[in-house]
Nanobody, 116 residues
Framework: QVQLVESGGGLVQPGGSLELSCAASGSIFSLSVMAWYRQAPGKQRELVAAISSGGNINYADSVKGRFTISRDNAKNTVFLQMNSLKPDDTAVYYC??????????WGQGTQVTVSS
């Protein structure tokens, strides 16, 4: 079993910044692909950014140059630094882990609202 706990969401003005954190339980964090997804009202859940165990990173086109994903394997934590936030970034952000042995897990989600 893997538990993922997100934190760091909130209300921010357009152009502002937020950093999301996701703390993972278990001993296989360093061997897992970690990712952030988001789901806006009335829309499908979409991949925002992912980072492999080896440090390979992918971003959605909509966040390239604004968001940065990183991981700290010593702390079993993955981060999402979000800069230059736009109203279109408003969504519930979910942490996700994938490991070939234990499978896929989701966090409970954290709300990010970008509004003036």
């Amino acid at each position: 079993q893997v538990q993922l706990v997100e934190s760091g969401g909130g209300l921010v003005q357009p152009g502002g910044s937020l950093e999301l954190s996701c703390a993972a339980s278990g001993s296989i964090f360093s061997l897992s692909v970690m990712a952030w997804y988001r789901q806006a009202p009335g829309k499908q859940r979409e991949l925002v950014a992912a980072i492999s165990s080896g440090g390979n990173i992918n971003y959605a086109d909509s966040v390239k140059g604004r968001f940065t994903i990183s991981r700290d394997n010593a702390k079993n934590t993955v981060f999402l630094q979000m800069n230059s936030l736009k109203p279109d970034d408003t969504a519930v952000y979910y942490c996700h882990s994938h490991n070939v042995v234990v499978g896929d897990y989701w966090g409970q989600g954290t709300q990010v609202t970008v509004s003036s």
